[in-house]
């Protein structure tokens, strides 16, 4: 098919390297579709490997926790509004905010406001907590690319253009993963049952999680003594921190602490346990059988618990629209309650979950990338 002749600058921002994934693979089919294009804006090294020259490091926008965030602000409001006159001065044919809502909706409002369209790529959590926030995204907002489904049905019922465009995961992760050959890429005996342990990614998770899995792990090495456990690090602080408490709880031998690899580490795994997020997605589409447990800061959790209103916390169970996974928050994730429920894990053949991970894999398996790059080209040619 022929590209259009048409001349075409489409500004993006992303905030973090998840917003950069999206945002290189939007760029590469946009790039398919049209001869003549420009990128402007903000984004890491995979966007920048597509052409966008970024107005500042994306690192300046990475900030995790509300202290941060303070810490920062001054910088990041300036950011901010040097970017806005810099956007309106390029005056793009549209702008692309991925992710990033506290950041990249004001973006997008000031632009909506001199008639620049405007697509946010990735849904604000707004179907699950701070419903109010919808006024203001449709204020800023012409269309919004959903990765999950049941968020085009909310914003459907709201008023709001939107299209799902699948999820990047789903169609980075193959429908089947082989175990053995996971393990065998990952070194490890291909016999044997193996119990995937992910804690979180951060500090502050692994502190509060951590030490109640290593108890989850001791019992279960008495009901079940074949069992080895594995625990992928995103880095070697995190790794450093719990290698340390491996040794305040006397379980260096028990538990083998892996740098990196978490999807492969998933892979090579009977069985997971672990915090929720995007992770839980991963274990799901890697179809392996999983706890999910999580305990929030105490601050943290008496704002959501206020706020939160969605029937689930897990991606899975939210996904499946019931509770296919166990999953256990707060007072609930007790060292007893995750034991059980991973006791019966192993004891069931658990071939009817599997099953309707397939199912959801195969609902998110669209090519985001391409059906988010035909939204936009309908947009930027008034087909929308």
């Given at each position: 098919?022929?590209?259009?002749?048409?001349?075409?600058?489409?500004?993006?921002?992303?905030?973090?390297?998840?917003?950069?994934?999206?945002?290189?693979?939007?760029?590469?089919?946009?790039?398919?579709?049209?001869?003549?294009?420009?990128?402007?804006?903000?984004?890491?090294?995979?966007?920048?490997?597509?052409g966008l020259?970024?107005?500042?490091?994306?690192?300046?926008?990475?900030?995790?926790?509300?202290?941060?965030v303070?810490?920062?602000?001054?910088?990041?409001l300036?950011?901010?509004?040097?970017?806005v006159?810099?956007?309106?001065?390029?005056?793009?044919?549209?702008?692309?905010g991925?992710?990033?809502?506290?950041f990249?909706?004001?973006?997008?409002?000031?632009?909506?406001?001199?008639?620049?369209?405007?697509?946010?790529?990735v849904?604000?959590?707004?179907?699950?907590?701070r419903?109010?926030?919808?006024?203001?995204?449709?204020?800023?907002?012409?269309?919004?690319?959903?990765?999950?489904?049941?968020?085009k049905?909310?914003?459907?019922e709201?008023?709001?253009?939107?299209?799902?465009?699948?999820?990047?995961?789903?169609?980075a992760?193959?429908?089947e993963?082989?175990?053995?050959?996971?393990?065998?890429?990952?070194?490890?005996?291909?016999?044997?049952?193996y119990?995937?342990?992910?804690?979180?990614?951060?500090?502050?998770?692994?502190?509060?999680?951590?030490?109640?899995?290593?108890?989850?792990?001791?019992?279960?090495?008495?009901?079940?003594?074949?069992?080895k456990?594995?625990a992928?690090?995103?880095?070697?602080?995190?790794?450093?921190?719990?290698?340390?408490?491996?040794?305040?709880?006397?379980?260096q031998?028990?538990?083998?602490?892996?740098?990196?690899?978490?999807?492969?580490?998933?892979?090579?795994?009977?069985?997971?346990?672990?915090?929720?997020?995007?992770?839980a997605?991963?274990?799901?589409?890697?179809?392996?059988?999983?706890?999910?447990?999580?305990?929030?800061?105490?601050?943290?959790?008496?704002i959501?618990?206020?706020?939160?209103?969605?029937?689930?916390f897990s991606?899975?169970?939210?996904l499946?629209n019931r509770a296919?996974?166990?999953e256990?928050?707060?007072?609930?994730?007790?060292?007893?309650?995750?034991?059980?429920?991973?006791?019966?894990?192993?004891?069931e053949?658990?071939?009817?979950?599997?099953?309707?991970?397939?199912?959801?894999?195969?609902?998110?398996?669209?090519s985001a990338?391409?059906?988010?790059?035909?939204?936009?080209?309908?947009?930027l040619?008034n087909?929308?």
């Open positions: 098919m022929e590209k259009p002749v048409m001349s075409v600058k489409v500004a993006l921002v992303a905030g973090e390297h998840s917003g950069d994934i999206l945002g290189a693979g939007l760029m590469a089919a946009l790039k398919s579709r049209y001869a003549n294009i420009e990128f402007v804006g903000v984004g890491g090294p995979l966007m920048e490997s597509e020259r970024s107005f500042f490091p994306m690192e300046d926008l990475s900030i995790m926790g509300v202290a941060e303070l810490r920062h602000l001054p910088k990041l300036k950011h901010r509004k040097q970017l006159t810099f956007l309106r001065q390029q005056q793009p044919d549209i702008f692309i991925i992710d990033s809502p506290d990249n909706l004001t973006i997008e409002k000031r632009l909506k406001d001199v008639g620049i369209k405007t697509v946010h790529y849904s604000p959590s707004v179907w699950a907590w419903e109010g926030r919808i006024k203001g995204i449709k204020k800023a907002v012409d269309h919004v690319l959903c990765l999950l489904p049941f968020e049905q909310f914003y459907d709201h008023g709001l253009s939107a299209t799902f465009v699948g999820h990047p995961l789903a169609d992760i193959p429908r993963t082989n175990k053995a050959a996971a393990r065998r890429q990952l070194g490890y005996p291909e016999l044997g049952q119990v995937g342990l992910l804690p979180g990614s951060r500090k502050g998770e692994l502190a509060r999680m951590a030490p109640t899995f290593l108890q989850v792990c001791k019992a279960l090495k008495k009901t079940h003594p074949e069992l456990f594995i992928p690090m995103v880095n070697q602080a995190r790794a450093d921190e719990f290698t340390a408490l491996l040794e305040d709880n006397d379980m031998t028990d538990v083998e602490v892996c740098l990196g690899h978490s999807r492969e580490v998933m892979g090579a795994c009977d069985y997971l346990l672990l915090t929720s997020g995007t992770v997605l991963e274990a799901l589409l890697i179809k392996r059988p999983m706890v999910v447990a999580y305990r929030f800061a105490w601050l943290s959790y008496q959501i618990k206020r706020l939160f209103h969605a029937p689930f991606l899975p169970n939210l499946a296919i996974v166990p256990l928050a707060q007072s609930d994730a007790t060292v007893e309650r995750i034991v059980a429920h991973m006791e019966q894990l192993i004891d053949n658990n071939q009817a979950l599997v099953a309707e991970f397939d199912r959801i894999h195969q609902q998110l398996d669209q990338s391409d059906v988010a790059a035909n939204v936009i080209s309908d947009l040619e087909r929308m």
